[in-house]
């Protein structure tokens, strides 16, 4: 599969040959599921705790003798039944991650790159180097690729800092480097930005 590299300006400087075994995959729907929902599964920070009746506070005296007083027996303040008693079975802090085989994982991702690529959302550029760490210059250089206002993953470099500063205050653009692409971001966004080398990188890593 070849694929054409631009530059910021729009203009056609080269092309880059892909591997046809990661870029024209079909999409296997039930590992992008399985995929997708153990990533967001492992987002989550699991501190939920509630307080059951042995951690409430409060005296641990019984409120009252348990016969001839005409009221329900009681031992302890702390009772689920009572306003501001302990909770029953409770959340308590817990992770939530999944295990995802990493066949698995590279196979959904192969497959979302190879859709997003079939319908030419998959854009290669030969730098993304930026003068500046200027978001409004920056998001001026993406309308000329014609992205502006859209949903941008950006994929390069961790050394790119001037790019991730310029991209990092506005919601619809995320920036990447291409050890950690995952399926989840390709999903969420509509268009993919990425240098030729991290595409490279990509082509050998999931071959």
């Not at 994982?105 to 290669?124: T, W």
């Amino acid at each position: 599969m070849k694929l054409d590299v631009k530059n910021w300006e729009n203009k056609v400087v080269g092309e880059v040959e892909l591997p046809d075994e990661v870029f024209s995959r079909e999409v296997a729907e039930h590992l992008v599921w399985e995929v997708v929902r153990a990533y967001l599964a492992s987002r989550r920070r699991g501190t939920h705790k509630t307080k059951e009746r042995g951690e409430v506070a409060g005296s641990g005296a019984k409120p009252w003798k348990q016969k001839h007083t005409g009221r329900a027996r009681a031992g302890t303040k702390k009772s689920p039944l009572w306003r501001s008693g302990g909770t029953v079975h409770g959340p308590r802090p817990r992770s939530y991650a999944m295990k995802v085989n990493k066949k698995a994982r590279r196979a959904a991702l192969r497959g979302v790159l190879s859709q997003r690529a079939a319908e030419g959302r998959l854009l290669v550029l030969d730098s993304m180097q930026i003068d500046e760490p200027k978001t409004r210059g920056f998001i001026t250089q993406l309308g000329q690729l014609g992205l502006d206002g859209q949903k941008v993953l950006l994929v390069d470099g961790l050394e790119n800092i001037n790019l991730h500063l310029a991209s990092r205050n506005r919601p619809e653009l995320k920036m990447l480097d291409a050890a950690s692409l995952n399926t989840y971001e390709v999903l969420n966004h509509r268009w993919i930005v990425v240098s030729e080398p991290a595409v490279r990188s990509l082509a050998e890593v999931l071959s």
